[in-house]
Nanobody, 119 residues
Framework: VQLQASGGGLVQAGGSLRLSCAAS????????MGWFRQAPGKEREFVSV???????TSYADSVKDRFTISRDNHNTVSLQMNSLKPEDTAIYYC??????????????WGQGTLVTVSS
């Protein structure tokens, strides 16, 4: 099972990037898919999540109205990031959690993709 995040890079403040996460090795049809990020010297934090049917999304306050999560199919999820700020600089990770799990922990994690926003 593998989650492959891609799309990171260097962008100027105010710019946009689109991250993608491709899952393989099993079907993620019944998994909620999320994005997290970890900035240098900080703890990993929640960014956004989309439910397994794609009907519900949630965002951290810091990215609300700037980022949009979408589910392209059962095994691919994207994160459109607009109006990027230097404080968005971080390694971004995608993750998957079984929809019926009572745990807050995610079951699978990707390797991360680096987003750097210059001022």
């Amino acid at each position: 099972v593998q989650l492959q995040a891609s799309g990171g890079g260097l962008v100027q403040a105010g710019g946009s990037l689109r991250l993608s996460c491709a899952a393989s090795g099993r079907s993620f049809q019944r998994y909620d898919m999320g994005w997290f990020r970890q900035a240098p010297g900080k703890e990993r934090e929640f960014v956004s999540v989309i439910t397994f049917r794609g009907r519900t999304t949630s965002y951290a306050d810091s990215v609300k109205d700037r980022f949009t999560i979408s589910r392209d199919n059962h095994n691919t999820v994207s994160l459109q990031m607009n109006s990027l700020k230097p404080e968005d600089t971080a390694i971004y990770y995608c993750a998957a959690k079984y929809f019926a799990s009572n745990s807050r922990e995610y079951d699978y994690w990707g390797q991360g993709t680096l987003v750097t926003v210059s001022s």
